[in-house]
């Protein structure tokens, strides 16, 4: 679980405990958040462990995997959640920022998924679930950097459904819409106004939105489902 220290990957990681998952707890920063986590873990009767380190960086994917691994066991499940925004206008846009959200929300996906891969390949099972978003399916203005990472990842787990799902290991993605997290917590209450009336359901989404739909794919109630984006959204994206 990637990004687990806060926001969605937060909710996402103590959703999968209660459903009775040991969870290893990632994160780039703010360790004792990620304690934090695993201490919530630990008091609902499970396994965690905080494993620090960027996803986007080949040689700390490494050690992610193998402490995480030695820790817990193999890895029957990979939420790519790690992600973050530098948003500007395009035409301002610098290489410095583009480069910086490509690398963390999509090269961050597909590092963590290639290390995790093979274990699950030789296990024959696994699930994967990728953090797409809603500008990943429609744009949006401002944000051309967080939305070609977050349509890059839509194709990658189109093709990795089909690249390993003779191995029965299925990947998905979620697509939320605006969740009320740190990462939208910038935005001015009018614009959140704004999304919230033009989103058919009339709010913003919590974090508890996303991760019922990510644990929902994750497990085996979803067996017969792969490659799919699924929105989360309150109706944003239609
Ligand atoms: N909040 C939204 O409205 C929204 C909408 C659609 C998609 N998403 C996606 O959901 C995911 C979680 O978003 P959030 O709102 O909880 O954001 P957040 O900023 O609150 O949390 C993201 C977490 O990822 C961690 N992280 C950042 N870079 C990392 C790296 N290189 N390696 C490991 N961890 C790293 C951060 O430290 C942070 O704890 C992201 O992928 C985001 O793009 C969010």
Redesign the pocket.
């Known amino acids: 679980m990637?990004?687990a220290?806060?926001?969605?990957?937060r909710e996402i990681a103590l959703k999968l405990g209660a459903l009775g998952a040991d969870v290893v707890v990632?994160?780039?920063?703010?360790p004792e958040a990620a304690e934090a986590v695993v201490a919530e873990l630990e008091a609902m009767g499970r396994r965690g462990v905080v494993v620090l380190?960027?996803?986007?960086n080949e040689s700390d994917v490494k050690s992610i995997v193998e402490t995480a691994e030695a820790a817990l066991g193999p890895i029957d499940i990979l939420v790519n959640?790690?992600?973050?925004t530098r948003d500007g206008l395009f035409v301002r846009m610098e290489e410095a920022d583009w480069d910086l959200v490509l690398n963390?929300?999509l090269k961050?996906a597909f590092l963590m998924t290639r290390a995790v891969a093979r274990g699950m390949m030789k296990r024959r099972s696994g699930s994967i679930v990728n953090?797409s978003?809603?500008v990943g399916r429609r744009g949006n203005a401002g944000q051309a950097n967080y939305s070609a990472a977050k349509a890059g990842l839509i194709g990658l787990t189109k093709t990795l459904a089909r690249e390993l799902a003779s191995r029965n290991i299925r990947v998905n993605a979620v697509a939320?819409?605006?969740?009320q997290?740190?990462?939208?917590a910038a935005l001015p209450d009018e614009v959140k106004n704004t999304i919230a009336g033009g989103t058919p359901l009339n709010r913003l989404g919590d974090?508890s939105d996303v991760a019922e739909a990510v644990a929902f794919l994750a497990g085996d109630t979803a067996k017969f489902i792969t490659g799919i984006v699924l929105p989360v959204d309150g109706g944003l994206g239609i």
């Open positions: 990637t990004g220290g806060r926001g969605i990957g990632n994160d780039v920063a703010r380190g960027d996803v986007s959640n790690a992600g973050l963390v929300n961050g953090l978003s809603v939320p819409g605006y969740i997290t740190e990462m939208t974090p």
